[in-house]
């Protein structure tokens, strides 16, 4: 077996057949409709087939069914795990070679460079006397030592590569090779040699938009004599136009004469956003046409070739840092109906926002109060997200149930549990890519209680003042409502003191002398709950008595 077999799959592959309407390299491409319906996961390969109740009946060729359903379902341990039973059973079997590529390719799509040479490296072994499967195996294992640095060695399998490819007199391969080389020469800095093989690749297929393309990006840093380049920079090209999914005509096709050809990639099948790095791509021409394969460039990574394996892959998009990622497609296909020539292209683009980090937040409640007499709380909420935005807040009393998810606001009413005591809110945020936040929290303590007023007295008194005292038993305001006697509540007067406070006095003063007044003293503990005592009375002294 090559590689890891992940936890998860461990699950044995057990198919009698394939993808209805699906094949690997050279297959006929899906439907659009049908590729929608592949991106957005309503489509699901066919059922596998379970061993006989009596035994298990499973062969090589029900792995090998299995794993390549599996993997144009994006199943990847469930492939692994199918490809890994095959090899297993004897890894020079017939269908060893494609099952290595297979494996070699899973792991590549997710950026598993090591186990993807190893694997490689297998098919390669198996290809003794194929020179379609050597190739294929070359400019795979060119291509992941590229994405690992390793360029001298990468430059050397394309040139192996290249010689299998000039012995069999595989002209279709030609133009592919060159554009690995002279984007390996680019990677390396080499701009003279990759403007000669991208210059010898558009010889070779004068519709090649990758060779094309690279050769105007490095037409800015020097000029560059070549006859071919120049070609290119005069816009004899291909044609293709920078537009996402913009047609382009078949070779050798005459005005008129056929559909023209366009390809559609789905990311995450159509979502706005991805949480990883890993995402799914629907690949597809919008006609019933066999693919060769496609470059692809993801992400913040150089193009690649890709032999057409699967109408869904997953990739990962390399490259540091979160943000708009496009998915650029350039597919080669074997012609469309009514063309004349032997090969066209089609491109496509999408993009997806990649954002891996939560929002960051922050809650407070009653404005960082620190008591309350109400269950109804308000939620003061404040938090940012630096690439998709925020969406939602969710709300928990106990960390554990959580309510729903509602829009994102600065405040939000909330209700606490019951009876008196500290209680603790905890707040989570979602950002539009799904991404959820560290719950946060925040405490308040629920007293419903008003203070206990003690000791009410008239400490002191004279012809025009009075000093009144009390205690409480909790911390609380003061304050005094007094009137004369016979006056009504109408003319009662208030004096406060805000200190919050078990011990209180409060003096009166400007009062009239040998005049009976009422009072009663009044506390307001820090949640707002309010305590008076009952009335009580005093008189002033005389006025000779003060």
């Known amino acids: 077996m090559v590689g890891k077999n992940t936890g998860g799959a461990r699950a044995r592959a057990r198919a009698g057949s ?29 059922p596998a087939v379970a061993g006989d109740e009596s035994g298990d009946q499973r062969t090589p060729a029900d792995d090998m069914a299995a794993g390549l359903a599996y993997m144009e379902r994006c199943m990847f341990e469930e492939a692994v795990a199918a490809f890994s039973c095959v090899v297993r059973a004897d890894p020079r079997a017939p269908e060893a070679g494609r099952t290595f590529d297979c494996l070699g390719y899973l792991y590549w799509c997710r950026g598993w460079n090591d186990e993807a040479l190893k694997a490689f490296g297998e098919s390669l072994e198996c290809a003794d006397g194929d020179a379609g499967a050597q190739v294929r195996a070359r400019l795979a294992l060119g291509q992941v030592l590229l994405d690992a640095g390793r360029l001298a060695e990468a430059g050397g399998e394309f040139e192996e590569a290249l010689k299998v490819v000039r012995e069999a007199g595989r002209d279709e391969d030609i133009d592919i090779v060159y554009t690995l080389m002279g984007i390996a020469r680019f990677e390396a800095k080499d701009s003279a040699g990759a403007a000669e093989m991208f210059s ?8 090649n938009p ?54 559609v990639v789905f990311i995450n099948g159509g979502a706005a956003y991805a949480t990883a790095p890993q995402v799914a791509l629907a690949l597809g021409v919008t006609e019933p046409v066999p693919v060769k394969g496609f470059f692809l460039a993801a992400g913040d990574e150089a193009f690649r070739w890709h032999d057409w394996r699967s109408p869904m892959i997953e990739w990962r998009l390399r490259g540091e840092g979160d943000g708009k990622k496009p998915v650029r497609v350039v597919y080669y296909a074997a012609g469309t109906p009514g063309a004349r020539g032997a090969r066209s292209v089609a491109s496509a683009e999408a993009s997806v926002v990649l954002d891996r980090e939560p929002p960051r937040g922050s809650v407070e409640i009653n404005d960082g109060a620190r008591y309350t007499n109400r269950t109804r709380i308000t939620l003061d909420l404040r938090a940012n997200d630096r690439t998709s935005g925020l969406l939602n807040v969710s709300m928990s009393n106990d960390g554990v149930t959580w309510s729903r998810w509602t ?8 209700e606490i ?40 007295d008239v400490a002191k008194l004279t012809d025009t003042t009075a000093v009144i005292v009390w205690a409480t038993d909790e911390d609380s305001d003061s304050a005094v409502e007094y009137a004369v006697a016979r006056q009504s509540d109408r003319d009662a007067l208030v004096v406060r003191d805000r200190d919050m406070t078990m011990l209180h006095d409060i003096r009166l003063k400007d009062l009239k002398p040998s005049t009976r007044y009422r009072f009663r003293v ?6 707002g709950n309010v305590a008076a005592s009952r009335e009580l009375e005093f008189t002033t002294k005389a006025a000779n008595q003060g």
């Open 210 to 263: 990758v060779a094309e393309a690279y050769l105007k990006t490095l037409s800015f840093g020097m000029p560059i004599q070549i006859g071919s380049v120049r070609k290119a920079l005069a816009g004899e090209g291909s044609g293709a136009g920078t537009g996402a999914g913009e047609p382009i005509r078949p070779a050798g096709d005459a005005a008129g004469a056929a559909r023209p050809l366009q390809g």
């Open 18 to 46: 394939r993808a209805r309407g699906l094949t690997m390299a050279g297959a006929c491409v899906l439907p659009v409709a049908l590729l929608c319906a592949l991106a957005c996961g309503w489509w699901t390969a066919g």
């Open 407 to 414: 829009m994102y606001q600065f405040t939000k009413d909330w």
């Open 417 to 456: 549990p019951p009876g008196d005591g500290q209680k603790k809110v905890y707040v989570r945020f979602r950002d539009r890519a799904g991404n959820i936040s560290t719950p946060v929290s925040a405490r308040i303590v629920l007293d419903t209680a008003p203070p206990e007023i003690l000791w009410v």
């Open 522 to 527: 009044l506390s307001r503990d820090e949640a």
């Open 200 to 207: 010898r690749a558009l010889d070779a297929f004068p519709e």
